[in-house]
């Protein structure tokens, strides 16, 4: 049941970062929202764990604003894996970050 709210949350937190971020957009219709959302969601899975090991020292530093970065890395490489997301630049891949985070926190708090 987690791995299905995961996903609609990607799918949600997606289409809200496309109606409310200029310079970024998700092509496609709900086709590609689930694409995305799928690609996002494996990516937060398999790469998101190794890049929170790698840089725990600028996490600690920064007192857990580098997760940022972290989680704005795992939407660019969702972007260049997949052809649904189109980023058009880092003001854009900033905005869409922090709601994308912030839908995934609320959606969390069901799992």
């Known amino acids: 049941m987690g791995i299905i709210i995961g996903l609609l949350a990607n ?3 997606l289409y809200l970062a496309n109606l409310w971020v200029v310079g970024f957009a998700v092509s496609g219709g709900w086709w590609g929202y689930l694409i995305a959302g799928l690609v996002l969601g494996i990516l937060n899975l398999i790469v998101r764990p190794i890049l929170k ?11 857990g604003l580098f997760l940022i970065v972290i989680n704005a890395i795992i939407l660019w490489l969702a972007a260049q894996l997949t052809s649904y997301i189109m980023i ?3 003001i854009a891949l900033l905005w869409a970050t922090l709601i994308i985070a ?6 969390h708090l069901f799992k």
């Open 11 to 13: 799918i949600a937190a």
């Open 88 to 90: 058009e630049n880092l």
């Open 102 to 107: 912030a839908v995934n926190f609320i959606a």
């Open 53 to 63: 090991i790698i840089s725990t020292p600028l996490i600690l530093i920064s007192l």
